[in-house]
């Protein structure tokens, strides 16, 4: 099965920043919609960042818009979310998917990387 691998989560001060790192080798990056999602204690999880397999193309939810910003390379098989200006209502579990272009239900998980925002 394959399994993307989220790295850069951690214990931050609210206005600090962190980059999270998500990547795999097994699958053709460029085949692939990345997005990061995260799921806060007694929450549903939600859709934080989604870029194309261009990288050409990204949306955000509206809690982080001008915050977060989401990148992708290709060469590296690796997305990013550089996240600035954190806040307490950012601490979440963030999770990386990858979305196949053309064969529907070929979807990819990350295990999950712990994002605390904290004084």
């Known amino acids: 099965q394959v399994q993307l691998v989220e790295s850069g989560g951690g214990l931050v001060q609210p206005g600090g920043s962190l980059r999270l790192s998500c990547a795999n080798s097994?699958?053709?990056?460029?085949?692939?919609?990345m997005r990061w999602y995260r799921q806060a204690p007694g929450k549903e999880r939600e859709l934080v960042a989604h870029?194309?397999?261009?990288?050409?193309?990204?949306t955000y939810a509206d809690s982080v818009k001008g915050r977060f910003t989401i990148s992708r390379d290709n060469t590296k098989n690796t997305v990013y979310l550089q996240m600035n200006s954190l806040k307490p209502d950012d601490t979440a579990v963030y999770y990386c998917?990858?979305?196949?272009?053309?064969?529907?239900?070929?979807?990819?998980w990350g295990q999950g990387t712990q994002v605390t925002v904290s004084s």
């Open positions: 870029i194309n397999s261009a990288g050409s193309y990204t």
């Open positions: 097994e699958i053709t990056f460029s085949m692939y919609v």
């Open positions: 998917c990858a979305v196949h272009l053309y064969r529907d239900g070929v979807v990819y």
